[in-house]
């Protein structure tokens, strides 16, 4: 049984008890934290669609990558805290603005509130797709208790080694809970479906942030799903790393990532045969996704 008070929500079951402010890895309490709502035109074409996508970001996290783009936000902390409430509030305001879905931006560590606030919600006429967007780096126990309550996952899988993943993210086993993980996903949802207007409704998107100097890294990313998950699997391989945060102290990471590297994923997409997703654009430095397969 999942619970904050010996916490065991994500792999690293800290075991300490949120409620009476004990804070572990992630250094949350008991308290619902979010950073922003907003309107977002930035995810894959079939997430944000000519609406957007209703996204909520919430405060910190249970990584600590050092290239994190939003650091002040996961690592510092920002944000206010809400009531569970409040949080199925902003669900039903975001819905009110014609969203395509309602984008849960690092909600892990808030698993618990999330699935109150989505019943909450739904009693108040929340009937848009609900995305779980994450590290990757989940318990089974978690998203077991989040079936039925997520439509649409959309996991990242960083790493294929994990002392890359203890180098860059300070964790130690995040390779194998990230494949576990992602399976559970697959078994609860399945592969992506889309309605008419071609946004997707329900179903597994797997990203990857190409990091410089670290084609081998994605390569074997993408072998794991094709070999796991088929070439059906949707995935999408993002180019917008820039160094940020700390990842200065690593010089092999402290640059955007080139066209020869980029080219050099997409050849070997070609050769595993995948036949879904989107691969994001870096020429003149945009960050927008062009399907390119």
């Not at 792999?11 to 949120?18: A, G, S, T």
């Not at 950073?35 to 996290?61: Q, R």
């Not at 009110?96 to 019943?119: D, H, S, W």
């Not at 940020?244 to 980029?262: C, D, G, M, V, W």
Request: with cysteine.
């Amino acid at each position: 049984m999942i619970s904050i008070e010996k916490c065991n929500l994500c792999p690293h079951r800290c075991l300490v008890n949120r409620k009476n402010n004990e804070k572990g890895f992630c250094n949350s309490d008991s308290s619902l934290k979010i950073a922003l709502t907003s309107v977002f035109y930035y995810e894959e074409p079939c997430i944000s669609g000519k609406n957007g996508s209703g996204a909520v970001f919430f405060s910190n996290c249970n990584l600590k990558c050092v290239y994190c783009q939003n650091y002040k936000i996961s690592s510092g902390g920002k944000g206010d805290k809400i009531t569970i409430e409040d949080l199925a509030n902003i669900f039903i305001d975001l819905q009110n603005k014609k969203v395509n879905n309602i984008n849960l931006v690092t909600p892990t560590i808030y698993a618990l509130q999330i699935k109150e606030a989505i019943i909450l919600a739904r009693k108040k006429g929340l009937n848009i797709p609900i995305i779980y967007n994450s590290s990757g780096y989940e318990s089974i126990e978690t998203l077991k208790e989040l079936n039925g309550f997520i439509d649409i996952y959309l996991p990242d899988f960083k790493y294929s080694d994990n002392k890359i993943a203890l180098k860059y993210s300070g964790i130690s086993n995040y390779v194998e809970n990230a494949k576990m993980s992602i399976l559970e996903m697959y078994n609860q949802v399945g592969l992506p479906k889309f309605n008419k207007e071609g946004i997707i409704q329900k179903g597994v998107i797997v990203r990857n942030l190409i990091l410089p100097n670290n084609v081998k890294n994605t390569k074997e990313v993408l072998k794991w799903i094709k070999d796991n998950i088929g070439k059906d699997a949707y995935i999408s391989i993002m180019a917008q790393y820039f160094p940020t945060n700390r990842a200065n102290i690593f010089p092999e990471i402290n640059r955007k990532i080139n066209k020869k590297e980029l080219s050099m994923i997409e050849n070997y997409i070609y050769k595993l045969g995948f036949d879904n997703g989107y691969i994001q654009n870096i020429e003149n430095d945009e960050e927008k996704y062009v399907p390119d397969f």
